[in-house]
């Protein structure tokens, strides 16, 4: 706690009602950190360690942003941010860019003044039942109880799901994902909705994950990207581009393994232009010009991320289906780099 | 008749008879089981099905406790070592998640190397409270007790300790300009020393620390606000609340009292727009909305927003706490000080309030622990508390997911033993007073 910002802050208070200022980048730059909204915990994509070092698949969209623009990925301050609280401090100035598994939705882009600057992950909402209730298939789901959390898209999306193929089911209603695995797993509900995503990080952590099944059907799009303030479209840029130099640097083969390497010059006039070694891609952006090196250093490339938080080396076990690259019938597009 | 004694009975007892004991439904064990648990259908009933709970519960549980596991490394591990020692389908308590995270629900992210700092304040709080709580104690301690909040703001967010300093000489400085204007007139004087202490600290203080940080560096290493959580979060939290709330529920309660329109308007504006708005709205405000209205690039602490509106809440409610006991005291009470001369702090500080005080104590407690426990719900502002918030993170380690019961004991008895321990002292407190007057 800084006290004399604290006095100052009292002879303000009423002064002036501020307006968080447009230019995030000098904001970031004079005060050499990062602030990144995150969850406050969620397997896999964002989780602090016994000794509260942060990591996961947002925490690297944070790392990437902050050594692009800072030069170094340990510069971030991580705000971890509840569903409720995530938005507003965003738009409030509290936050410099929110990582937080949130799906870009037309009213949140438009109307809470949002913009998402890409999707990380294209995640959708499936359906969890002991393998013991027969059940094979989202359409058998007749007249089911369904343990679905409060308050999210996925409940949304379960009301439409079912008025859609006229059946009826019996909502039971958790608070959180910890307190929705308690309730399937004693019986409560026949099924547990959330992200596919969720779970299968949820299935991975049960006694007997073999006595369980994900049912087939995705009932929804639920594209999780960074999100930055409305009005600064420099912030923006940077964001954007760091997330897809990320997916880029995947697509052509460039790892922190051979990083160093290639950065010294390459035959390939796209990945010289991304690493800074040809054009003057980072004086557009107002970054140095090694700032897409710096970045893919933080924590490696898309695929490398994808392979160290959630992939199907980690418990979580997700394979890449719609997050691979175009190349191989995914979803991952960067633009070109010129 | 008086010869027919001796001769006309054959037979008279000369020695007592040697006492008996007790029969066996009047004595011992039978006779408490009797008086208390079985003394008539009802109540023998009750004591079956109260009997028949207690059993369904422990022969429920008792298992899963008795098969604790201390020493893993992660709850699948847990679950191995259970399938081990106690067979197929058994099932058990996995404590070593406490054993591996105890000091993240203790103090957070505070950086292990520092935990001294925040143990040495805990440990001082009690010295510093012992003069204010129980009697005996030197009325030196007290003087530590004044400087203790300095201390302990200092040890805990570290830096410099120049600023503290400075908001002690502030302090000090409008001590001063009151002594000097007193002979003036005290509303002059009240007026003149907020002015001095507000303008010294607002324009003094930041350059005359930096200034003698120059001079005489003297700092520990600073620790942000975003460290803080679990039990420490909480304890400073609940501390922090209880310490400045008490004497601004005492400001409203009088205030309300008042009989100057504007002083009692005020009050009971704010006491009724506190109490009717939940917690959790202000905890909003304190994250989320306060920020719109600062100039950009503030940073006012989020600890230091959310403590200021704990308060603020919690002093509404003693106000009211207050105001009962203010309420109970016989007419006659005032009367008396109004007829000694005593003026309305005179008569307030040495007839008034330790009398409605000690009447509020019951309820200021309950208050206490009302918000001791409120404190857990910063969780929702993106705090670290410990119910929820640490235990949220330490299940998004996937070494711990699935994890529910174990957390939320060892935080409920930890909670348990802290807000026990306020009620216990209440009730000594309220002995200690007892006048037997009524």
Redesign the interface.
């Known amino acids: 706690m800084t006290k004399s910002v604290f006095f100052g802050t009292l002879t303000a208070v009423g002064l002036a009602a501020g307006i968080a200022s447009a230019a995030t980048l000098d904001d970031v730059k004079a005060r050499g950190e990062l602030n990144c909204g995150v969850n406050t915990g969620l397997v896999g994509f964002a989780a602090p360690d016994a000794n509260g070092n942060w990591s996961g698949f947002d925490v690297a969209v944070c790392k990437a942003v902050a050594a692009a623009v800072l030069g170094d990925p340990a510069k971030v301050k991580y705000v971890p941010t509840t569903g409720q609280t995530r938005f507003t401090a965003l738009s409030s100035g509290e936050i410099d860019v929110l990582s937080r598994n949130s799906t870009w939705t037309f009213s949140r882009d438009t109307d809470l003044k949002l913009d998402f600057v890409g999707v990380n992950y294209y995640d959708g909402q499936g359906f969890m039942v002991r393998k013991d209730l027969g059940v094979t298939s989202a359409k058998e789901l007749d007249g089911a109880t369904i343990c679905i959390q409060t308050g999210t898209t996925t409940e949304l999306n379960l009301a439409d799901y079912f008025k859609a193929n006229n059946m009826s089911y019996q909502p039971i209603a958790i608070d959180t994902n910890a307190e929705g695995e308690q309730q399937y797993l004693a019986g409560a509900c026949d099924a547990y909705t959330t992200d596919a995503s969720g779970l299968a990080a949820t299935r991975a952590a049960f006694a007997d994950p073999e006595n369980h099944i994900i049912l087939p059907e995705i009932i929804s799009k639920e594209p999780l990207g960074p999100a930055v303030r409305h009005g600064d479209s420099e912030w923006g840029d940077i964001v954007r581009w760091t997330l897809y130099a990320l997916i880029a640097a995947e697509e052509y083969g460039v790892t922190s393994a051979n990083i160093d390497e290639l950065s010294k010059g390459t035959d390939n006039p796209e990945i010289n232009r991304l690493l800074g070694v040809e054009g003057e891609l980072g004086a557009m952006i107002g970054l140095s010009n090694d700032w897409a090196k710096n970045a893919i250093k933080a924590s490696g490339n898309y695929g490398e991320i994808f392979a160290a938080t959630i992939g199907e080396s980690t418990p979580i076990g997700l394979a890449r289906g719609l997050n691979a690259q175009w190349t191989q019938g995914g979803l991952l597009y960067a633009p070109p780099f010129r | 008749m008086s010869d027919t004694h001796a001769q006309t009975v054959a037979y008279v007892r000369d020695t007592m008879l040697p006492e008996q004991p007790a029969p066996a439904t009047e004595a011992g064990a039978i006779k408490w089981l009797r008086e208390n648990l079985f003394s008539g259908p009802l109540n023998t009933f009750l004591t079956i099905a109260g009997v028949l709970v207690v059993y369904a519960m422990v022969s429920h549980y008792f298992a899963w406790f008795a098969h604790s596991v201390w020493n893993a490394n992660s709850?699948a591990e847990c679950?191995t070592i259970i399938t081990e020692r106690w067979g197929e389908g058994a099932t058990g308590a996995c404590w070593s998640v406490i054993r591996?995270?105890w000091?993240?629900y203790l103090f957070?992210?505070y950086p292990?190397e520092l935990y001294w700092r925040p143990i040495l304040v805990f440990v001082l709080l009690f010295v510093a409270l012992a003069p204010v709580l129980f009697q005996g104690f030197a009325r030196q301690l007290l003087l530590f007790s004044v400087f203790y909040p300095f201390l302990a703001?200092w040890l805990l967010?570290g830096?410099s300790i120049w600023?503290?300093v400075?908001?002690i000489l502030g302090a000090v400085a409008g001590y001063v300009a009151f002594r000097v204007i007193e002979p003036r007139g005290d509303t002059l004087a009240i007026i003149c020393g907020i002015l001095v202490t507000i303008l010294f600290?607002?324009w003094l203080?930041?350059p005359l620390?930096?200034m003698i940080q120059s001079v005489l560096p003297f700092r520990i290493t600073p620790v942000?606000?975003?460290?803080f959580g679990g039990f420490l979060l909480a304890v400073t939290l609940g501390v922090g609340g209880i310490v400045m709330s008490l004497p601004l529920g005492i400001m409203l309660a009088l205030g309300r009292q008042s009989d100057m329109f504007l002083i009692k308007t005020l009050s009971v504006c704010f006491i009724e727009f506190i109490r009717g708005v939940p917690l959790i709205t202000l905890l909003?405000v304190a994250?989320?909305l306060l920020?719109?209205?600062?100039?950009?690039?503030?940073?006012?602490?989020i600890?230091?927003r959310v403590m200021i509106l704990v308060t603020l809440f919690a002093a509404a409610y003693i106000a009211e706490v207050i105001r009962g006991g203010l309420a109970a005291l016989p007419r006659g009470q005032y009367e008396a000080a109004d007829a000694l001369g005593l003026d309305y702090w005179k008569a307030q500080r040495l007839i008034i309030l330790p009398q409605a005080l000690k009447i509020s104590i019951p309820g200021i407690v309950s208050t206490f622990i009302g918000m001791f426990k409120d404190t857990t719900l910063v969780?929702?502002?993106?705090?670290?508390d410990p119910l929820?918030?640490i235990?949220?993170?330490?299940?998004?380690?996937?070494a711990w997911?699935?994890i529910?019961w174990e957390p939320y004991i060892f935080v409920g008895a930890i909670f348990f033993l802290f807000n026990f321990s306020m009620s216990r002292y209440s009730m000594y407190l309220e002995n200690k007073l007892k006048r037997d007057h009524r």
């Open positions: 709850l679950r591996e995270r000091h993240q957070g992210f292990p703001i967010w830096g600023p503290e400075m908001i600290w607002a203080s930041g620390s930096g942000s606000s975003e460290k909003f994250s989320l920020n719109y209205f600062l100039p950009p690039g503030t940073n006012f602490d600890i230091l969780v929702f502002v993106g705090l670290f929820k918030g235990s949220d993170f330490v299940r998004a380690d996937f997911k699935g529910y």
